[in-house]
Every structure is written in C-alpha cells, then in structure tokens.
C-alpha cells in the first residue's frame, strides 16, 4: 500500500485517500477450480503464503510484496521476477468487482479458465492505475505449486558478462522462472549490506531461478551452469533450501530499499527492451553519466527485459536528472522499447505516455475513462 513508483497513490489537492487497509479478507479458495477470491487490502505475500500452504502456487512477485497489496497489483498490472515464464498480474486476474462512476457497483469476468462474453473488462480494469473505479473484490487464477526451486545468484566480473548470459539462456531455449539482474554500481554502493558474500570484484550479478521437477529440470539447470561459465561467470552460489534461497533472494529483493537509504533522491524508470539490447541499454548508461555528472544504478528483470534505472540525485540537480530521464527514454525508444513495464504512468511518467502513444489511442482511453468516470472523481490527474 502505497508503494507505488510511479506517485500513483499521492493525492491531488483536495482529494480524498481511500484506504482499503482493513478490506484483507481471503474471502474464498477454491481448490478444484484453482482460484481464489479476496479483498483488495490483502497483502500479496500473504496471498502468496497462503495458497503456498495449501500446495497451490500465485505466480506474480513483486518485489515489494510484503508491503503492497492485491488491489494495487491489479491497479498497476504489477509483475515481479516469475513474469518471465509466468506472466503479470493481468494473466491471473478473472472476475473483478468495483465501484464505479454514479457509485454504481459492476461485477465483471467469470471465474471459469476461458471467457469471451463481451469485452474483455477485467483485463481493462486491470493496469487501470486507480483511474476507472475502485475494486472492492478480486478472483484469481492459481496454479498448482512446482514440486521443486532451484535458484542460483551468478557473480560476474563485467556488467556485459551478465547481460550476454541473458541472452544465451534464452536463445538456448532455457525457461528459468526469474533471471534477474543487479549492476556494478547497486553492488559497490549496498553490497556490504545485501550480499556480504559477492567477490570484492564483482561487476554485476544475476540471480536465475528454475522450478519444476524431473531430469527437464535438472537437464536446465546444468545448461544454465554452462552457458553462464562460457560468459565467464566468477561464481556461482546455489540454494535449494528455503533458508539459502531467501539469502540469494535479500541480495536482489533489497537493492531498492538499500539504495534509498544513501540519502540521496532516486528517479525511478521502469524501461522494457529487447532482452538482446539490455547491453546496449546498460552500456548506455554510462553515457549519460559522464554527460550530467549523475548516477545511474541499475536493476530488474532481465529476462523480461524489464530494467529499473534508477538516477540518483541532490536537490537542486532536478533538471539534470530530466535531462537524464529524457536521454534514458529517447535511447530505450530508439532500442525497440517501451518506457514503462509494470510501474505504471502515474504523475511522474505522463510525458513519456503522450509521446509513446499516437494521438487517436490517447483519445480513445480518455473516452474510456469518460465512461467508467464521468464525474472524473477517480484518481484524478494521473495518466493523462
Ligand atoms: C521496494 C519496491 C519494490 C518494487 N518492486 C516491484 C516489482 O518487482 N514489480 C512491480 O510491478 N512493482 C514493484 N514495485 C512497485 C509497487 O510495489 C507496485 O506498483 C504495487 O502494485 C503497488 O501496490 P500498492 O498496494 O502499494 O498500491 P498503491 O501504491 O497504494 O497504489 C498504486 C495504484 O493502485 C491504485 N489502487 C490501489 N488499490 C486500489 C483498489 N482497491 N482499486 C482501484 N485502484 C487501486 C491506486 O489508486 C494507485 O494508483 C516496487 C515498489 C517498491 C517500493
């Protein structure tokens, strides 16, 4: 609650804030049909440990996920490290109720696997940023739980190291349930405290993650181990039991928190490349230093080529950073991407919005948002 990236929860002035803090009842799990219906306040690491319990498995992770809650999730369609082989929020999501425009209360989805009764609403709703109506429940997909994890944290001398990797286990036809990267820069600035084991010379790592079961399973992980050596890797760190592995996971899961502890301001974009350009982008990076003297450290889900760069910055460097911003998103357009992968546009990201999207689908999403919100009560200056 309230951990959005992007200022989606800051409220307009004179607005009213909305708390769904005390809505964080599981309502129902349903174990033959695999689906679960809850409140929107419930926090997703609860979820996640409650259907764990039963043998059952929800997939999307965000980082964040001991301190944001479902309805934000399907709010911002967040996705997390398993979005590489399992998909974002809006590929769980099944029915939603809301309140919307005139206070009216609208049910919409089905909780069966498919349906295509009209258009598709929940999906719309979802990734909706707070800005067509409040969910008041939410019914999800489940999956049944992978029997076995296996997860790896690859210590490599070279950010380029790391990302070729990427690359290679995709082209491989490796399906790992997270790849995810961490830069020279994160490390030398919070490896003390996230990752006390790395190598002195560390210059990035990845951390890649395989469930599953069978010798498919095995026959991935050793492929991986191969392909990663061939990179260079300096080394490897394994964790097949839930202590080690939360331990491998604190060194990813705890960069951002870390990073804001370094009293400086932190811009965070949320850009999406394709995985084969994530060099390029991280090479980038470096440019951009050198031409506005500011630090850009970067993280994220690699194997969606989803990566958090992150500008650190000094109050009175506001425009530098801008500048920065402008030079990130111009450089992630020119690679084939998109400036936002699962952060959401908000208040912050409203420029990149206007100049991705072409003129008539602006138009057509504000008309959407006339429908669900005439009044324009919901959310009001965010997106558009
Ligand atoms: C350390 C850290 C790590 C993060 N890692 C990830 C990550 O890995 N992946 C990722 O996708 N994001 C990540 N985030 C961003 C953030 O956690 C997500 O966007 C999350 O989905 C927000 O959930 P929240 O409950 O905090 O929502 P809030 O921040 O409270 O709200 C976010 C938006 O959702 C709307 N909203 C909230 N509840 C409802 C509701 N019931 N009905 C309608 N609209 C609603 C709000 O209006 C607002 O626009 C991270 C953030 C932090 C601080």
Known sequence: MGTSLSGGAVPSPGG????????????????????????????????IR???????????????????????????????????KYGTTKHYVLEIEAVVGEGKLLTTGRRTKKWVVGYDLPQLLTGSEGT??????????????????????AAFRSEGDAARSVSRIIANGLLPSAMEYVDGKCIRAVGDEIAPFLPKDTGAFLLVEFDGFGPEFERQVERAYELMEKEGVVEVFVASDSATREKL??????????????GKKIRHEDVVVPRSRIPDLVEYT???????????????HAGDGNIHVNILYDEGQENL????????IEKVWELGGTAAGEHGIGLLKKKHLYRELDPLSIEIQKGIKNIFDPEGLFNPGKVF
Do not use: H
């Not at 067509?132 to 944290?153: D, E, M, N, V």
């Not at 950073?321 to 990130?328: G, L, P, S, T």
């Open 50 to 84: 409650a259907v764990e319990a039963e043998n059952l498995f929800y997939p999307p992770d965000p980082a964040s996920l001991d301190t944001c809650t479902i309805g934000g999730n399907v709010a911002e369609n967040a996705g997390g490290p398993r979005a590489f």
């Open 132 to 153: 067509l109506g409040l969910f008041t429940r939410i019914t999800l997909r489940l999956l049944p739980k992978p029997p076995s994890t296996y997860t790896l944290l």
């Open 286 to 300: 470096g440019v951009v230093e050198e031409e506005t003297g500011l630090m850009l450290a970067t993280f994220g």
């Open 321 to 328: 950073m801008e500048e920065a911003v402008d030079m990130v």
């Open 16 to 47: 009213v804030v909305i708390s769904f803090e005390r809505m964080n009842r599981i309502i129902d799990l349903d174990r033959e049909n695999l689906t679960i219906t809850v409140e929107p306040g419930v926090i997703t690491g609860d979820l």
């Open 249 to 262: 996971w604190r060194a990813r899961r705890g960069v951002l928190p870390s990073l804001e502890k370094l």
